[in-house]
């Protein structure tokens, strides 16, 4: 199988339970909930995206042959410890744990058990964000699911549920007994984030279920 990546680089994680962790981010093209266009926005399932996920023309993105190929280009993105800001090792050396985030867009519309082994033999942790519209393979070590409004979840359970917050027809109540270690509401980024923001702060400290996510590679200007 081949991949088609719109972009790929290391970075913290700015949000959700794995907050500051050094992480491979692997954005994979398309969605099945949005087009990416803004001609097609207004029609979209999911209309508050922030992520630019079309094509593969992003830094570090492209069209890889198989799952061999992509993880070779993951494992050589991993910081070399103590080599500074720009440099990278080859598969295999390092300090701690590797990690690598799949995300997209979606990214269970590529995402395989084949890729997963390959990214594992290197001596990754792997992780996966997703809208939960499609079910998970088998191997991945933190599921996050972000659920859209108005959309049938297939996977229901992992390790995080992120909702965006407050979307109508999405309310908290609606997930809160689904088979997830940790619940998480993220205040909608855009105009009205300082409002959703002081929204998600009350629900949280009314329902303490819930804990607050802060997108945190926004606030410190990383990707």
């Known amino acids: 199988?081949?991949?088609?990546?719109?972009?790929?680089?290391?970075?913290?994680q700015g949000e959700g339970g794995q907050t500051g962790r050094v992480s491979v981010f692997c954005r994979f093209s398309g969605c099945n909930l949005w087009s990416g266009r803004e001609a097609d926005r207004t029609e979209a399932r999911c209309r508050f995206c922030d992520t630019e996920f079309v094509g593969t023309t992003g830094d570090g993105g492209g069209r890889f042959e198989d799952h061999t190929d992509l993880a070779e280009a993951i494992?050589?993105?991993w910081p070399v410890p103590g080599g500074g800001a720009g440099a990278r090792c080859a598969a295999g050396t390092g300090g701690a744990r590797r990690h690598v985030v799949f995300t997209g867009g979606e990214p269970l519309l590529q995402l395989d058990e084949a890729l997963i082994s390959a990214v594992r033999a290197r001596g990754f942790d792997i992780s996966v964000e997703t809208n939960g519209t499609l079910?998970?393979?088998?191997?991945?070590?933190?599921?996050?699911?972000s659920p859209k409004a108005g959309c049938n979840l297939r996977q229901t359970s992992g390790a995080e549920l992120k909702l965006v917050y407050p979307q109508g027809g999405a309310e908290p109540e609606r997930f809160a007994d689904l088979d997830f270690r940790h619940f998480f509401l993220q205040p909608m980024d855009g105009p009205g984030r300082a409002a959703n923001t002081e929204q998600a702060i009350a629900y949280c400290l009314a329902h303490p279920q819930w804990r607050l996510s802060l997108q945190t590679h926004k606030l410190l200007g990383l990707r």
């Not at 079910?135 to 699911?145: L, Y």
Request: with cysteine; proline share 8%; glycine share 4%.
């Open 75 to 77: 494992a050589a993105l």
């Open 1 to 12: 199988m081949s991949y088609a990546v719109h972009e790929m680089f290391a970075t913290l």
């Open 135 to 145: 079910p998970a393979p088998s191997g991945i070590d933190w599921i996050c699911v």
